[in-house]
C-alpha cells in the first residue's frame, strides 16, 4: 500500500504490480501490452460480492453489480499513463475513508471500492481472459495450461510453493513428497 514513498512512479508511464506469489510463465511485456486502459486488471473466479473484495462497498453498491460479477484481484495490475503514483494514493484514501464490512480489511475491498466506485475518471479495462489464472480459486488444472501468468494468492507459503514448482516443472506431487521435487530439480541441473 506504500509501494509509491518507495519508488518514484511518476517517472514511469507503465507500472505493474505483481504480488510475490506469481509465477510469470510469459514475458512481463505482454501485459503491458494488453491494453492502453489506466489500469487493467485480472478478476478472481469467485463474486465480487464475497468476504474478501466486499469490505469496502455499501449494501446498495453490492446489489449493483450484475450475477456473476467476479472480484478483481489487487496482486497483479498494470497502471499506465501516469497515473501510478495516483493510484496508490487514492487506494489509501479509499481503505481510510471507507467504512469497513465485518471489520475486515485487506487491501483487495478498497482495490474494488477504488476501481468501481472511485472519484477517478481513470479508463479500467479487464486483461484479456485467461492471461492470469488464480490456482487456487479454479481448481481445474485445464484452465492454468494457457495462463501467462499464475497468481497463487490465499494458499500457505508451502502449498506456494509446491504447486508453483509442480506447475513450473510439470510434476505432480502430493503434499510431503518434496523430496520429488528436489530430486527434479537436480535432474535439471
Same mark, same amino acid.
Given at each position: ?12 508511464? =507503465? $507500472? ?6 506469481? @509465477? ?8 503491458f501490452?494488453?491494453?492502453? &486502459?489506466?489500469?487493467? #486488471?485480472? =478478476? ?23 450475477? +456473476? ?8 495490475? $498494470? ?15 479509499? @481503505?481510510?475513508? =471507507? ?9 483487495? +475491498? ?5 476501481? #468501481? ?21 479454479? =481448481? ?6 494457457? &495462463? ?14 509446491r $504447486? +508453483? ?10 503434499e ?14
Open positions: 500500500m506504500h509501494l509509491d514513498e518507495i519508488v518514484d512512479m511518476d517517472t514511469y508511464d =507503465r $507500472v505493474m504490480f505483481c504480488d510475490i506469489d506469481t @509465477l510469470f510463465l510469459d514475458k512481463p511485456s505482454v501485459l501490452d494488453a491494453s492502453d &486502459a489506466d489500469i487493467s #486488471f485480472a =478478476r478472481e473466479d469467485r463474486p465480487i460480492t464475497s468476504h474478501v473484495f466486499n469490505t469496502c462497498f455499501t449494501d446498495q453498491q453490492m446489489k449493483s453489480f450484475p450475477t +456473476g460479477t467476479n472480484g478483481v484481484n489487487s496482486g497483479q495490475f $498494470v497502471a499506465r499513463n501516469g497515473i501510478a503514483s495516483k493510484l496508490w494514493e487514492h487506494w489509501r484514501f479509499t @481503505l481510510k475513508n =471507507r467504512w469497513v464490512r465485518n471489520n475486515k480489511v485487506q487491501d483487495q +475491498g478498497p482495490f474494488n471500492a477504488m476501481l #468501481f466506485y472511485g472519484d477517478h475518471d481513470w479508463k479500467i479495462e479487464e486483461l484479456p481472459k485467461g492471461y492470469v489464472r488464480f490456482p487456487w480459486t479454479s =481448481r481445474r488444472l485445464s484452465d492454468h495450461w494457457d &495462463a501467462k501468468f499464475l497468481h497463487y494468492c490465499g494458499w500457505n507459503g508451502g502449498n506456494k510453493i $504447486v +508453483g514448482l509442480q506447475e513450473l516443472l510439470g510434476l505432480r506431487v502430493k510431503g513428497d518434496h523430496y520429488k521435487i528436489m530430486e527434479r530439480i537436480k535432474d535439471l541441473l
